[in-house]
């Protein structure tokens, strides 16, 4: 007889265990992060990387043998190569070919373009994820464990921040500071993202600081830093966890929504948002080259969504998964 | 309470003050006002940047340039406001007040269409948790919500609007398709209504067999070059309706309210035809007049047929009132369909895949209501996907935790039926946590939305807004800005106090 996650938590395990087991349990999450971890690995790995400045760029190859800014003579009319559809339902075969996603009509391969506009999504999404985070956890913890005049503050700071439009961030960084690159922008949309994070970290410190451990370890003569960080913070790790995900895919979106409208990644750095600005009205002749790059932001919105989902039903207690009357017949 | 709300209040004015000095001078910053200028051919080039800058102001540094427009706005207090002019000089309280009417016309169907819809798809996946339905909807609806909305655009301008109107060329529904909603209907109905395999095969028998006949029916009589409900089906629409919401609401049980609402069925019906006769010559203000009217009789109805339970009785016959309304005003628009699909302005290919309205196109209400139904019907579309994602994972999430409480299983312990349970019990606890996103939905309704405009070349407030900043326009940024900032102000304040009111656990003070 299998036991229970319920049964199991009697058993005297640690918090990391439990939600370790839950997560693991969680099978649309764990789908999730293979995949998610695949899309990863095939952005970085295929196109290679190309850091440092624009005057002395060190790149780091990859295993694709076209790069993204490459012009190359059109094939077939820049139709893609690739076919998944094996020999039996369309009579030619599984196949990858020479440009598995096409090429637009100058001649950019599409496989390329696509691998770097994930790189370049997915960076930002972490980025953003990153300092929204430290951010709003720094700010939220504040807020919530001093209360008084230092919450109010801060608070009305975050109303202040809520109130300005991402989209003006992205002209400004955009247009007047001049083409930082997609690190850069992605740094300020971060600085301007942490808000609804910081709500809710004050929230949740504001119940915790009331509880009898805060109380124990004041008297033991902690100082406010040790409480905020060694017994406050991990007990709204959750919280932080969950929320984190969910402000990584709205990151992608947000980032994806910029460069569609000309205020994010710009040439000659391509993001997938970017791509399907370039190639909308191309959908008729060329659909291939507005496909490959959506359905990559689908993928990844989607898999980080349901990593988010795992991970909240994980650090939730109260979801408990009830077990079908088949399996308490057992 | 009062105090509360002074304070309150105080606070979000200074925070609005500091946004709009923040936003002015980063979209100062953000560019050249004079951009088109500089590069134009005109031969008094000079003359027109130097007007420009006289008229704008932009020799002042924007530090101190954001005095002048807010000397504007505070004159607003005594009744002379001045928003300013936008680059070529119009007035920008004008560009707004058009701007927002388009932009409430988008917006607010897709906006309410969602909220009902994911309400109810939510409420019923945390009624059926962990059922294939369940796993269905959730996986749909974390799908729309990780859709770009300008991804999604673009392929319902291709799909539907390009290929519906290919469709409209020779109107007939393939047996393929018939096949596959015959086989949708039946999934999702007896996935909604659960219980044994013997009632779901019966559900989806019905269901199934339901819509395949429609869809036969639609085939067999060229639905879609003259389309109507008519008296008949109409009648069948309307009694189904009266059942359902009075099962809902009140329950079967309830002889008043089910006698009332079928009474509002059969009024409606009586009053069909004279309503069409007379429609041609109604304007927008009639029409609207006669449906609240209408309304108005359904509550009266149930109200004096009511009993000791009246304000349910009512309810449910006034909601009745509204299906009804509804089910005749289609029918009414669907009798415009053939003479707009005619007309040369649109000939033969109603579903634009841009702007608001067809330009030129004259006509009677209904036939403009047509056009707009047209017209708003991608833009509308695209933005309820994303939003009906939010309210189902919202609603069931709120539902399930409900449904988990003591005070749930009291209910149940005291026998009360299920329908008690769910909709008085749990429902409106359920729908709670809900008023704040709802408040924000509705504060953000008015800002439009700026891609999804874009995409659809829909001059609404989002596009006003975009325009605007990649001109470096400021006057017109400000104005959306304050219109925003305020309303989201007030919504704010107006959640928090009805969620006061609502739940009496959370006190403001």
């Not at chain 2, 189904?240 to 008043?256: F, P, W, Y």
């Amino acid at each position: 007889m299998t036991q229970t996650i319920e049964q199991n938590a009697v058993a005297g395990l640690s918090q990391a265990t439990l939600v370790r087991r839950r997560f693991l349990r969680h099978k649309a999450a764990m789908v999730s992060v293979f995949v998610l971890g695949g899309i990863i690995l095939l952005a970085f790995t295929s196109v290679g990387l190309e850091l440092g400045t624009e005057a002395t760029p060190i790149r780091v190859p990859g295993w694709y043998g076209y790069g993204y800014a490459q012009i190359n003579p059109v094939e077939n009319a820049g139709a893609p190569t690739l076919d998944i559809l094996p020999e039996f339902i369309d009579g030619t075969g599984l196949a990858v070919g020479n440009h598995p996603f096409g090429q637009d009509e100058v001649g950019h391969d599409g496989f390329a373009r696509v691998m770097r506009g994930a790189q370049q999504s997915l960076m930002v999404m972490f980025v953003i994820g990153l300092v929204a985070t430290i951010i709003g956890v720094v700010i939220g913890s504040v807020a919530g464990f001093y209360r008084g005049r230092t919450d109010s503050l801060l608070m009305r700071f975050t109303d202040l921040i809520i109130t300005i439009p991402v989209v003006v961030v992205g002209a400004v960084i955009g247009r007047s500071i001049g083409n930082l690159g997609s690190f850069i922008l992605a740094i300020f949309l971060g600085l301007f993202t942490w808000t609804g994070l910081a709500r809710l970290v004050r929230g949740e410190f504001l119940s915790l600081r009331e509880r009898e451990f805060v109380d124990a370890a004041r008297v033991a003569g902690a100082s406010d830093r040790r409480i905020i960080f060694r017994h406050i913070l991990p007990n709204a790790i959750g919280v932080v966890v969950v929320s984190t995900t969910l402000l990584m895919s709205a990151a992608i979106l947000l980032e994806t929504g910029l460069s569609f409208i000309g205020f994010g990644v710009r040439l000659p750095d391509v993001s997938l948002g970017y791509l399907i600005n370039e190639n909308q009205t191309a959908f008729a002749t060329r659909p291939w080259l507005f496909w490959y790059p959506g359905l990559f932001i689908v993928a990844i919105a989607l898999c980080v969504n349901f990593i988010g989902d795992g991970l909240r039903d994980a650090f939730d207690p109260r979801t408990k998964r009830v077990p079908k009357a088949k399996e308490l017949a057992k | 309470m009062l105090s509360f709300i002074g304070r309150r209040l105080i606070a979000s004015l200074v925070v609005l003050l500091a946004a709009t000095y923040v936003m002015y001078v980063l979209t100062a910053y953000s560019g050249d006002p004079l951009e088109d200028l500089r590069t134009s051919t005109a031969r008094n080039k000079e003359q027109l940047i130097e007007h420009r800058i006289q008229v704008l102001n932009l020799n002042i540094p924007p530090y101190f340039r954001y005095f002048i427009w807010l000397k504007g706005i505070l004159a607003g207090l005594i009744g002379q406001l001045d928003l300013g002019k936008n680059l070529i000089g119009q007035p920008v309280d004008a560009l707004l007040a058009s701007a927002v009417g388009h932009t409430l016309q988008l917006v607010t169907s897709a906006t309410l269409i969602a909220i009902l819809l994911g309400v109810i798809v939510g409420v019923a996946t945390a009624l059926r948790q962990y059922s294939g339905f369940d796993y269905t909807v959730t996986f749909i609806s974390f799908l729309f919500y990780s859709l770009p909305v300008f991804w999604v655009a673009v392929l319902l301008k291709q799909y539907l609007a390009i290929g519906f109107n290919d469709f409209l060329v020779s109107p007939q529904v393939s047996p393929l398709a018939i096949i596959v909603c015959t086989l949708l209907a039946a999934f999702i109905w007896s996935g909604i209504l659960g219980g044994t395999w013997r009632r779901r095969g019966i559900v989806a028998a019905i269901s199934g067999g339901a819509t395949a006949l429609v869809l036969l029916l639609i085939n067999l009589t060229h639905w879609f070059e003259n389309p109507s409900i008519g008296l008949i089906f109409g009648a069948i629409l309307g009694v189904g309706t009266a059942l359902i919401v009075t099962s809902l609401s009140t329950g079967l049980d309830n002889k008043r309210a089910r006698n009332s609402s079928l009474a509002v069925v059969l009024l409606g019906l009586i009053l069909w035809l004279p309503f069409d006769a007379i429609s041609k010559f109604l304007l927008a203000p009639a029409v609207f007049g006669i449906a609240a009217g209408f309304v108005a009789i359904g509550v009266a109805i149930g109200w004096f047929n009511g009993g000791v339970d009246r304000g349910p009785v009512a309810r449910t016959s006034g909601i009745t009132a509204l299906i009804m309304a509804g089910i005749i005003g289609v029918d009414r628009f669907m009798q415009a369909w053939q003479p707009y699909f005619n007309s040369s302005y649109v000939s033969g290919r109603p579903f634009a895949t841009v702007g608001s309205s067809t330009p030129n196109l004259q006509g009677s209400f209904w036939v403009m209501g047509v056009d707009t139904f047209t017209h708003l019907l991608l833009p509308t579309l695209a933005l309820l996907l994303i939003g009906f994602a939010g309210y189902t994972r919202y609603s069931r999430a709120s539902m399930l935790e409900i449904m988990d409480q003591d005070f749930i299983r009291t209910a149940r312990a005291k026998g009360l039926s299920e329908r008690t349970v769910v909709m008085r019990h749990a429902f409106r606890n359920a729908m709670i946590p809900l008023t704040t996103l709802v408040a924000f939905d509705f504060a953000g309704v008015i800002g439009g939305a700026v891609i999804t405009e874009r995409v659809f070349a829909f001059s609404g407030m989002g596009k006003l807004f975009l325009d605007s900043l990649l001109h470096v326009d400021l006057n017109p940024v400000m104005g959306f800005f304050l219109i925003t900032g305020t309303v989201a102000i007030l919504f704010n304040l107006i959640a928090d106090i009805v969620y006061g009111l609502l739940d009496p656990r959370i006190r403001v003070e």
